[in-house]
């Protein structure tokens, strides 16, 4: 599976915010500490609490954010998959064509006329062929391990076209 670029990111922010929430709660065992010891004054026990609490938020913030960058991208998978399978009807719509094209431009009897109309097909195929390759590029982003799978059968398909197109 490929690794996105947003990933080593997700993993700092991950641990800064689990850094920060741990932070406060250290501060907050030194204040206990410190207060067993002596008696703390209002102005020092006004900031260990503004900074207890400023670093505790900040650390709660970047965790919420990360949760939902994951969910945002478990819910897109979810839909995603939904039009990729849409991708692959087309996909296997267009091999059975190709396969059509391969066995009808193997016939040596068939007229000029036919050829050409055949030929037109093929270059029609081979373009829809190419779209569709693009989209496969599009989708590579959000689910790159289907799209690998699928790349390979295209990439034979359109070999076996180009291959037959070379006879005329």
């Not at 915010?17 to 026990?45: D, K, M, N, P």
């Not at 006004?46 to 819910?75: C, D, H, M, P, T």
């Not at 849409?86 to 064509?97: C, E, G, I, P």
């Amino acid at each position: 599976m490929r690794t996105t670029p947003s990933e080593p990111a997700g993993r700092i922010r991950w641990l800064c915010s689990l850094g920060l929430i741990a932070l406060a709660v250290i501060v907050l065992l030194i204040v206990l500490y410190l207060s067993t010891l002596r008696s703390l004054s209002t102005l020092e026990l006004l900031l260990f609490q503004l900074f207890i609490l400023l670093v505790s938020l900040l650390g709660a913030y970047l965790f919420g954010i990360n949760a939902k960058r994951k969910s945002e991208e478990w819910a897109l998978k979810q839909y995603a998959r939904a039009a990729f399978r849409r991708v692959l009807t087309l996909y296997r719509s267009l091999v059975r064509m190709a396969e059509f094209l391969a066995r009808e431009d193997t016939d040596e009897e068939s007229s000029v006329d036919v050829r050409v109309i055949l030929a037109s097909l093929r270059a029609t195929v081979l373009e829809q062929i190419g779209t569709l390759q693009d989209a496969l590029e599009d989708w590579r982003d959000v689910i790159p391990s289907d799209v690998e799978d699928i790349e390979e059968k295209l990439a034979d398909v359109r070999c076996e076209l180009m291959d037959g197109g070379s006879d005329d």
